[in-house]
């Protein structure tokens, strides 16, 4: 969120390039230290085929991360629900200076606005998603497929009407539910994965990598096709696709869901 502001008071002033290099550069200094602050752990509790003490060779690994139809569905459709924040944060700058008129530091702090919503999201997301798959644990992937759904709907409403505070409004209303998703998918790929591997960051990480790869990376690159082809509003009015074809895999997560999860607890 500082990001966002900071750099659209930045661009304001210098140029969006001296934006782009005083955003980043925070990113390639942690990108430098992390490798020294932080290191993989190696759970005790091993898989029968992993011999004592050789802990967890990288086979076994992808094998146990990728062994459940439910995980592989929540893998993608958390990536491809990723992409809706970052074409956020990249393009609706542009948006509410080209169609609604805003300077670019009033865009910048209105796109801040939007990840500070969906920040709110990230907060209560999981844990409503914890309280209603309690009674039935098939909500774990129903509440994320819930909150696509709106992001998408909300998104695709809010960047199709003629400008206007109402249309802004759904915007922002979008953004609330553009992450609420990440912290139950993680959860529920954790709850259908073998717990040595659960309990290091190989699954977080593949998911960090499968988001990356799905929709943090390409979603504001498709959004930057489609707006040359046609035009930002257009592109940003379709971007929502992402969210629906999340929606449909999280749906698809939960019918094998519950057998996956109870596979894993007997372990």
């Known amino acids: ?27 390639l200094l942690l990108a430098l230290v992390y490798p020294f602050l932080v290191h993989d752990y190696v759970a005790p509790r091993l898989p029968q085929d992993c011999r004592e003490g050789t ?3 990288l086979g076994l690994l992808v094998r146990q991360v990728f062994s459940a139809r439910s995980g ?6 958390f990536g491809l629900q990723m992409a809706l924040p970052s074409i956020l944060i990249a393009w609706l700058p542009t948006f509410l200076n080209r169609f609604y008129g805003f300077e670019p530091r009033k865009a910048a702090l209105m796109a801040a606005v939007a990840a500070f919503a969906a920040g709110l999201g990230v907060l209560f997301g999981g844990g409503v998603a914890d309280r209603l798959s309690r009674a039935r644990p098939r909500f ?4 994320p497929a819930a909150y696509a759904l709106l992001c998408g709907v909300l ?3 809010g960047f199709g009407l003629p400008a206007s505070g109402a249309a802004l409004g759904l915007i922002m ?3 609330v539910f553009a992450v609420a998703h990440g912290g139950c998918a993680v959860a529920l790929v ?3 994965t073998h717990p040595a591997v659960r309990a290091t960051v190989t699954v977080t990480a593949t998911a960090v990598l499968g988001a990356s790869l799905l929709g943090l990376a390409p979603g504001p690159l498709l959004v930057g096709w489609v707006s040359d082809l046609v035009d930002l509003k257009t592109a940003l009015t379709v971007a929502p696709l992402f969210s629906l074809a999340a929606a449909v895999l999280f749906i698809l997560a939960s019918r094998s869901y519950e057998r996956d999860a109870a596979r894993v607890r007997e372990l």
């Open 72 to 77: 592989n569905m929540a893998f993608v459709a």
């Open 190 to 192: 954790m709850d259908v």
């Open 140 to 143: 774990r992937a129903l509440v």
């Open 173 to 175: 209303a979008g953004a």
């Open 1 to 27: 969120m500082l990001g966002v502001i900071i750099g659209g008071a930045v661009a304001s002033q210098f140029g969006w390039r001296t934006a782009f290099f005083v955003v980043g550069a925070p990113g």
């Open 55 to 57: 802990g967890l060779p």
């Open 155 to 157: 998104l695709a409403l």
